[in-house]
């Protein structure tokens, strides 16, 4: 029965990483993304500013206008990018799964016989508690 707590714990623990890494990952990409998107703001207006004094005004609206778009496709695909990146981390959190569904409730192939599992402390009252245990159950120990 021991053992079966050490490898729910070790379970609920790797479990609580895995979603931190997973938040994290996905708060140091949008950070990421808003830093290079201010950097590339900032060389466009860096350049913009060099090039107003060698450009008369037309030049310089149709120039600031390509630059523009350019910077305006950029941002949409990185933004694709992080939309697409979001999207994989969340089926990753949604694919970890429950105590309970790797314990079983008996009924699974894996599970052994009914006195097995009594002979292995897993009791009704057991599987009735393990049911309701999450990741997120434990995440206040990681």
Excluded: P
């Excluded at 708060?27 to 590339?40: D, G, M, Q, R």
Aim: hydrophobic share 40%; charged share 30%; no cysteine.
């Amino acid at each position: 029965m021991e053992d079966l707590w050490k490898r729910a714990k070790s379970f609920a623990e790797e479990a609580g990483k895995k979603s931190q890494t997973i938040t994290q990952s996905s708060s140091a990409t949008f950070v990421n993304l808003v830093t290079e998107t201010a950097k590339k703001s900032k060389e466009l207006a860096l350049e913009a500013s060099k090039k107003a004094d060698q450009f008369n005004a037309a030049d310089f609206v149709a120039e600031t206008a390509k630059k523009s778009k350019e910077f305006a496709a950029e941002a949409s695909k990185k933004a694709d990018q992080f939309k697409v990146a979001a999207l994989k981390q969340a089926d990753q959190i949604q694919n970890i799964k429950s105590i309970a569904d790797i314990i079983g409730t008996g009924t699974g192939s894996g599970s052994g016989s009914e006195a097995e599992l009594l002979e292995f402390g897993v009791t009704d009252d057991l599987r009735e508690f393990a049911e309701g245990l999450t990741s997120a159950t434990f995440q206040a120990f990681s």
